[in-house]
């Protein structure tokens, strides 16, 4: 079986023996999206070397083409031709050219980074995407969008959702403006992303009690910051960007740190160890967690020249933890704790419910499928000691809830997975790779 060839059940191959195994990633698809919208609104054209090519950057590319940027896609890098300077058509509203769609598929960078490009283009541009995508929630894209003179207009059954059209006037004001992104980070980085086209640039300040996913923030004022644009964390909950231009020339992304969690699990589910090359030394991805997290859990972790180490025994610790700092890194900790000796507890993530799926919900069903003891929280999960057993696990198309099933598989005879291609999103060689990483042919 290759990475493009799954069946829509696909039988987890169990771990025979323990691990021993050097796992190279593709890289960061945060990063990527990230610097392919920067790369797009730049001065002159960049250089990504090493970006992730997946159904996620694959639907940015997509979109920011249509907006007017150029890509020339390598295997190991991509040109970007940023868009091009404009002049307002005389009457763009009857202008078939001037009416765009952009397919946000299930990509939340995709949904809630570009619409404020599309408030610096000329013309209308309409967002949709998946079915489950029209489920996530938008309200605080539209009405900053809106507090910032753009004006956007919905179906009239959208509510705040998927689909919404954005009709740009080539330009924003900018200026002060205050959201509430407790339920995404990715609204605050939105924003952020664009805000130096922005005339007055822009002064962000969150309002809501909690902010999920923080270091999804900084990551996004270190993008900025290394394109030689003035970006600061004023405050706890606000952000400075001036108006200015964005750099172009080359940009090396990291491999994807949230994508070596199945990876680095599977190596304390089947006992041995997992090395992950050119683990940075030092970076803002949320996945750089695991390396504390998975040592409370029982594991040991060694960085080095060859990059990042973990060594298991197997036995697997229960852990209370919040991790309202990384929501992502749930799905492979709840796996780690189905198998735990003790029991633990995962807080902070209410959020998760407006990811791909509802991931809370997702999780306790597929574990309890399993015969696991999990119970959703207000805030997240407590999962027990239990005997696991085989089940269809459902991915509910969420290209986590599939990789959590993975590593559950290892362990546990008779998990069929459903739709294991969901992990496209992010990771289209997924297979490959963990058949790889047991030794075996894909």
Known sequence: MTSDTYSALWPAPLAAEPIHATVKLPGSKSLT????????LAEKPTTLV???????????????????????????????????????????????????????GLA????????????????????????????????????????????????????????????????IEGGELTIDASESSQFVSGLLLSASRFTNGLTLTHSGEHLPSMPHIDMTIDCLQKRSVAASKVSEATWRVEPGPIAGGQVVIEPDLSNAGPFL?????????????????????????????????????????????????????????????????????????AFADTPSRLRGIAHLRGH????????????????????????????????????QWQTYEDHRMATAGAIIGLRVPGIEVENIATTAKTMPNFSQLWFEMLGAGA
Request: aromatic share 4%.
């Open 33 to 40: 999206n990230r610097e392919l919208v920067l790369s797009a």
């Open 108 to 171: 939340g960078t995709v949904m809630r980074f570009v619409p404020p490009l599309a408030g610096l283009h000329l013309g209308r541009v309409k967002f949709d995407g998946d079915e489950a995508a029209r489920r996530r929630p938008m309200a605080t894209t539209i009405q900053s969008l809106r507090q910032l003179g753009v004006f956007v207009f919905q179906d009239y059954d959208a509510e705040n959702k998927l689909p919404f059209t954005v009709v740009g006037e080539g330009e």
């Open 356 to 391: 791909e799926t509802d991931r809370l919900a997702a999780l306790t069903a597929e574990i309890n499928r399993a015969g696991g003891n999990c119970v959703e929280t207000e805030d997240g999960l407590e999962i027990r000691p239990s005997e696991l057993h085989g089940c």
């Open 50 to 104: 090493e970006p992730l090519l997946s159904r996620d950057s694959k639907l940015m590319i997509s979109a920011l083409e249509s907006l007017g940027a150029r890509f020339s896609v390598e295997e190991d890098h991509i040109l970007v031709s940023p868009i091009p300077s404009t002049t307002r058509p005389s009457d763009y509203s009857d202008n078939p050219a001037d009416f765009i769609d952009i397919n946000c």
């Open 265 to 337: 699990a599977a190596a304390m589910v089947a006992g041995g160890s997992v090395t992950i090359p050119h683990w940075p030394t030092s970076t803002t991805q949320v996945g750089n967690e695991f390396e504390g997290i998975l040592t409370r859990m029982g594991a040991s972790v060694v960085r080095d020249e060859r990059g990042l180490t973990l060594t298991s025994s197997g036995s697997i610790r229960g852990i209370d933890i919040d991790l309202s700092i990384g929501g992502e890194l749930a799905p492979v900790v709840a796996a780690l704790a």
